[in-house]
T-cell receptor, first 111, second 111 residues
Framework: SQTIHQWPATLVQPVGSPLSLECTVEGTSNPNLYWYRQAAGRGLQLLFYSVGIGQISSEVPQNLSASRPQDRQFILSSKKLLLSDSGFYLC??????????FGQGTRLTVV | GNSVTQMEGPVTLSEEAFLTINCTYTATGYPSLFWYVQYPGEGLQLLLKATKADDKGSNKGFEATYRKETTSFHLEKGSVQVSDSAVYFCALDTNAGKSTFGDGTTLTVKP
């Protein structure tokens, strides 16, 4: 079956610390992969998407970066977190014309 | 590029009321259309989908019909319940490289 694992579920990090969120997918090959951020009560903001290994498209200039070292692994990183990086981060995958599958999300609080 | 516009919220209804959340889209070619639901603190999950014109997607009493002539995919439910309170996202996907989501509509159903 197709599943997506995203961790951790919650994270509290100090300002200026690094960040690494990881997402892995099972049961499919060459998926499109996505990182979204969602502020409280707001819609989805697409941060990065990837159509293949090493291919990353950035939607919004910011303090974050993404990498896809393997076909089914997608990593969101930051060298130095800002207070404004707080939010709910969602990883997702899809294949063309079909539904997207979302992880359970990571609640990041930068203090 | 592709885009999705959905009805702004929040929407507040009494239990057993009729629900409509409007969604219109702009896309190159013939997209697949989706409605997702997000409960508090969770990722999005697929509610229903339609892959071609005049298809009707349905699930848990919710329905939406793919209207190519009006480029719309409105979500309806005849009698909402308190448990339907959530955020609803309209979305589309093509082979253009990424899924496209609307901004979400928050539904609150009061007993």
């Amino acid at each position: 079956s197709q599943t997506i694992h995203q961790w951790p579920a919650t994270l509290v990090q100090p300002v200026g610390s690094p960040l690494s969120l990881e997402c892995t997918v099972e049961g499919t090959s060459n998926p499109n992969l996505y990182w979204y951020r969602q502020a409280a009560g707001r819609g989805l903001q697409l941060l990065f998407y990837s159509v293949g290994i090493g291919q990353i498209s950035s939607e919004v200039p910011q303090n974050l970066s993404a990498s896809r070292p393997q076909d089914r692994q997608f990593i969101l990183s930051s060298k130095k977190l800002l207070l404004s990086d707080s939010g709910f981060y969602l990883c997702a995958w899809s294949v063309p014309y079909d539904e997207a599958f979302f992880g359970q999300g990571t609640r990041l609080t930068v203090v | 590029g592709n885009s999705v516009t959905q009805m702004e919220g929040p929407v507040t209804l009494s239990e057993e009321a009729f629900l409509t959340i409007n969604c219109t889209y702009t896309a190159t070619g013939y997209p697949s259309l989706f409605w997702y639901v997000q409960y508090p603190g969770e990722g999005l999950q697929l509610l229903l989908k339609a892959t071609k014109a005049d298809d009707k997607g349905s699930n848990k009493g919710f329905e939406a019909t793919y209207r190519k002539e009006t480029t719309s995919f409105h979500l309806e439910k005849g009698s909402v319940q308190v448990s339907d309170s959530a955020v609803y996202f309209c979305a589309l996907d093509t082979n253009a490289g990424k899924s496209t989501f609307g901004d979400g509509t928050t539904l609150t159903v009061k007993p």
